[in-house]
């Protein structure tokens, strides 16, 4: 999709930024101690009026496709920004502006995919207390690549999907959001297993990698579990 993110930004008249800008999404600021287990802080900017209100759903239409086929980097900024839609703010229109910068200096995404042994890989991961009201996000990445040996580094690939989503309910710690995540994923892949065996590409038992040592305990019962 070579000219799509030109015509989109003609369309919406956003003129190109000044200075590159690298980063689609504004992340929460960095906080440590006792601190980091509070919940971001609510939006309390000025409500937008009903025409930028209108233009800034018109955007998300517009980008949705786009990510979801090509540029997966920037969802995590799209989903945000969607999820505070329905009552926008000047905030949420300055997240918008930071996403069409980042598209801007950035026009030309693409996905390479190399060849593999088709065997489904997925990477899952979670974050906590990062989105308002106490929320979590998931995220997974699925690609096909080959079966994972230990100490050796994993061949990454194309996705084939990408899941990133943000789950209402508060939970008690970072290894809950991450074990909740692997469901999730795990469910999802199921189906895309299915598929590819109907295509001729029989599965082994799916690599799913996590980077939370507890979430990983919990879920292969190599730890002994209390309270968890």
């Known amino acids: 999709m070579p000219k799509y993110i030109p015509k989109l930004l003609q369309q919406y008249?956003?003129?190109?930024?000044?200075?590159q800008q690298h980063s689609?999404?504004?992340?929460?600021?960095?906080?440590?101690?006792?601190?980091?287990?509070?919940?971001?802080?609510?939006?309390?900017?000025?409500?937008?009026?009903?025409d930028r209100h209108q233009q800034i759903q018109a955007i998300i239409g517009s980008i949705l496709f786009y990510?979801?086929?090509?540029?997966?980097?920037?969802?995590?900024a799209l989903s945000s920004i969607a999820m505070s839609q329905a009552q926008a703010t000047e905030l949420t229109e300055q997240h918008v502006n930071q996403l069409l910068d980042n598209l801007a200096t950035n026009p030309q995404a693409?996905?390479?995919?190399?060849?593999?042994?088709?065997i489904l890989n997925i990477h899952s991961d979670a974050s906590y207390l990062n989105?308002?009201?106490?929320?979590?996000?998931?995220?997974?990445?699925?690609?096909?690549?080959?079966?994972?040996?230990p100490n050796q580094p994993i061949a990454l690939n194309g996705a084939i999907h990408v899941t990133c989503s943000v789950i209402k309910f508060t939970v008690a710690s970072?290894?809950?959001?991450?074990?909740?995540?692997?469901?999730l994923n795990c469910r999802e892949g199921k189906n895309i297993r299915l598929i590819l065996e109907e295509l001729g590409h029989?599965?082994?038992?799916t690599p799913v990698h996590c980077d939370n040592a507890t979430a990983a305990g919990i879920a292969n019962n190599s730890i002994k579990k209390q309270r968890s």
Do not use: W
Not at 13 to 19: G, L
């Open 174 to 183: 970072a290894a809950i959001a991450e074990l909740g995540a692997l469901f």
């Open 202 to 205: 029989p599965q082994p038992a």
């Open 24 to 50: 689609p999404h504004r992340p929460p600021p960095r906080t440590h101690g006792k601190d980091a287990q509070r919940p971001v802080p609510p939006d309390d900017s000025k409500p937008l009026p009903q």
């Open 67 to 76: 990510t979801r086929a090509v540029n997966n980097t920037v969802l995590v």
């Open 110 to 118: 693409s996905v390479m995919y190399c060849a593999s042994d088709m």
């Open 13 to 19: 008249a956003h003129d190109p930024p000044t200075t």
């Open 131 to 149: 989105e308002p009201n106490g929320r979590r996000r998931v995220a997974g990445f699925y690609f096909l690549g080959s079966k994972s040996l």
